[in-house]
C-alpha cells in the first residue's frame, strides 16, 4: 500500500480523525509510531516514516506511542478483493486460528494459497501474516495491562501467547518495557468480574439511529436496549457472558463492557463489537458516493451482527410477519434451544443456540413453539450447513459463494440471502431490491427498476439500504 508523504503530513498538521486507522506516522528521532489524531507535538516532515498498519511500524523498529495508544485506532471497512481477504484474516486470527495454526491452514481456510495470501498481507499492510499476528497480540496485551486488572499471565493467554515466558521476551523486545512496567505505570482500576475497553471511530456516528435499529430487532433474553445502551450475552468460542457498550460522552469513541467469564475471548469478542456497531466506516467516503442520499443522516452505519447464524434464524423467523412478532418468537426460540447465563440486567438471560445444537433438532420441535413447518426447516438446513462447513456466514465469507449457497438452501430466497449480504458478511454493496421498504422509500413497484436506480451508489449499495429504510416512518424488515 502506497502512502503519499506530502498527504499524510498535512492529516497528521491537522489531527485528522478521517485518517486515523488508515496509516500511522513513525517518527525516527523519538522511536515512536502514533496515530495521525496524535496530540503530541507534530514533528519534522523529515522525520517522519508513513505506514499503511500498526505491524509495519513495529516490524520497522517503532515503539507505540503510550499517549495516542495505536491500539484503539479504528479499522478500515474493506470493498476490494486484497482488502476483504486481509479482513478475513485478521477475523480468524482474532477468533484464536493460528495460536496453534500455520499460516498455511489459514489460507486453506480462506480458499487461498499461502503464497498468495503472504502477497495480499504485503501489499495492504507492508508486513506478512505472523507479523501482523505478533503486532496485534502485543498490541492487545498492551491493551488489557493498560485497561483492565487482568493478572499478567491472563493476560499472556487472552492475547494469544502459548506462554508466558515468551509473551515477556517479545514484549522487552519491542517494547522496551516488562509487562510489569506497563501495568504500574497505568494505575488500574476497574469493577470486579468485568473489564472496559474503549472501541474507536470515525465520526460521525448516528447512535440513536443505529441503537433504534437494533432494538426493534433484538431477540427477548439475549440483547437489550436500555438507557442508551446495547446489552447482550455472549457464546464465543466455549466462553459464556455478556456484555454492553453505550457511547464514550468525551470522545469519538464506543465503551465496552465485558464479563470476567469473557477474558479469554476478548480478541474476538472487541472484532464482533466492531462488526455490529460497523466501526470501521469511513462515513466521509460513503457520504461522498451516495451524495444526496446521506445529507440528512451523515453518521448512519451498516449494522452488523455478532453471530452469523443468529442473523440467519432472526431473518427467517421474520418473513412475512411484523417486526414486533419476529422479536417474540425469536425469544420464544432462544430460551426454548438456548443456554441459561447469570448476568447483571435482568432482561438478559440466555445465550443463542449453536447451529450444532439447532443443527441436531426435528422441525416438529421447532413448530412446537409456534414456527411453521417450512420456516423450522429452513432453520434447520442454515444450521446444518454451518455445523458442517458447507457454509459461513461472517465477513470473511467469499460474498458470491456464500450468497449461491444461500439461495440452495430451502426457505432463503434473495431478501434472505442479501440481507444476511448485509449484516453477517458486512458486504457493503448488498441489496435487497426485493425488499418492501426499498421499494416503498424509491417509489417504485418493480424490484428490476429498483435495482438499476441503485446502481449509482455502487460500491456501499448496502448503506444506501440503511439510508433508504431510515427515510421512512416505519421500517417493514
Known amino acids: 500500500m502506497l502512502l503519499d508523504t506530502e498527504r499524510c503530513y498535512q492529516a497528521l498538521q491537522a489531527h485528522d480523525a478521517r485518517f486515523d486507522g488508515r496509516f500511522f506516522v513513525g517518527v525516527s528521532s523519538t522511536g515512536i509510531y502514533c496515530r495521525p489524531v496524535c496530540r503530541a507535538k507534530t514533528p519534522r516532515i523529515a522525520n517522519c516514516r508513513f505506514f499503511p498498519s500498526a505491524a509495519a511500524a513495529e516490524s ?7 499517549r495516542c495508544r495505536p491500539e484503539l485506532a479504528p479499522g478500515n471497512a474493506a470493498v476490494d478483493a486484497g482488502a476483504r481477504l486481509v479482513q478475513a484474516a485478521a477475523g480468524l486470527i482474532e477468533d484464536g486460528l493460528l495460536i496453534d495454526g500455520s499460516v498455511e491452514e ?3 481456510q480462506l480458499g487461498v494459497t499461502d503464497r498468495h495470501l503472504r502477497r495480499v498481507f504485503r501489499t495492504e499492510l507492508g508486513v506478512s501474516p505472523v507479523q501482523f499476528v505478533q503486532t496485534q497480540r502485543l498490541l492487545l496485551a498492551k491493551r488489557l495491562l493498560t485497561d483492565t486488572a487482568m493478572p499478567v499471565t491472563d493476560v499472556a493467554m487472552a492475547s494469544g501467547f502459548g506462554s508466558l515466558r515468551r509473551f515477556n521476551t517479545l514484549f522487552r523486545t519491542r517494547y522496551r518495557l516488562r509487562p510489569t ?8 482500576v476497574e469493577q ?3 473489564l472496559e475497553f474503549s ?5 460521525p456516528l448516528d447512535w440513536e439511529a443505529l441503537l433504534a435499529f437494533l432494538a426493534r430487532r433484538t431477540i427477548a433474553g439475549v440483547e437489550h436496549v436500555q438507557d ?7 457464546h464465543v468460542g466455549t466462553h459464556t457472558g455478556w456484555i454492553a457498550v453505550m457511547p464514550d460522552a468525551t470522545r469519538a469513541a464506543l465503551r465496552v463492557a465485558v464479563s470476567g467469564s ?4 476478548v480478541p474476538a469478542v472487541l472484532a464482533r463489537v466492531k462488526r455490529v456497531f460497523d466501526l470501521g466506516c469511513d462515513p466521509q467516503r460513503i457520504g461522498a458516493a451516495l451524495g444526496p442520499l446521506a445529507l440528512r443522516r451523515p453518521g448512519l452505519r451498516l449494522p452488523g451482527t455478532f453471530d452469523g447464524f443468529e442473523a440467519a434464524v432472526r431473518a427467517i423467523l421474520g418473513q412475512q410477519i411484523t417486526v414486533r412478532a419476529a422479536h417474540t418468537i425469536a425469544g420464544r426460540f432462544a430460551a426454548a434451544f438456548g443456554e441459561p447465563v447469570e448476568a447483571p440486567h435482568a432482561a438478559l438471560h440466555c445465550v443463542f443456540p449453536s447451529a450444532a445444537r439447532v443443527a441436531a433438532l426435528a422441525p416438529s420441535d421447532i413448530a412446537q413453539i409456534g414456527v411453521v413447518s417450512a420456516r423450522a426447516k429452513a432453520i434447520i438446513a442454515i444450521a446444518a450447513a454451518l455445523h458442517e462447513g458447507r457454509l459461513r456466514l461472517d465477513p470473511g465469507a467469499d460474498v458470491d459463494a456464500t450468497l449461491r449457497r444461500l439461495r440452495e438452501l430451502p426457505g432463503v430466497g434473495e431478501w434472505t440471502a442479501q440481507y444476511l449480504a448485509m449484516r453477517a458478511l458486512g458486504w457493503p454493496d448488498a441489496f435487497p431490491h426485493t425488499d418492501y421498504g426499498v421499494l416503498k422509500a424509491l417509489a417504485e413497484k418493480d424490484p428490476g427498476r ?12 448496502a448503506y444506501a439500504v440503511i439510508h433508504l429504510w431510515n427515510s421512512l416512518e416505519d421500517s417493514h424488515t
Open 450 to 461: 429498483a435495482l438499476a436506480h441503485a446502481e449509482q451508489w455502487r460500491p456501499w449499495r
Open 181 to 188: 512496567d506497563l501495568r504500574k505505570a497505568a494505575g488500574t
Open 60 to 66: 520497522s523498529g517503532f515503539r507505540p506511542c503510550i
Open 228 to 234: 442508551g445502551a446495547y446489552l447482550r450475552t455472549a
Open 106 to 108: 489459514l489460507a486453506g
Open 192 to 194: 470486579p468480574g468485568m
Open 199 to 203: 472501541l474507536s471511530y470515525r465520526p
Open 262 to 265: 469473557l477474558s479469554r475471548a
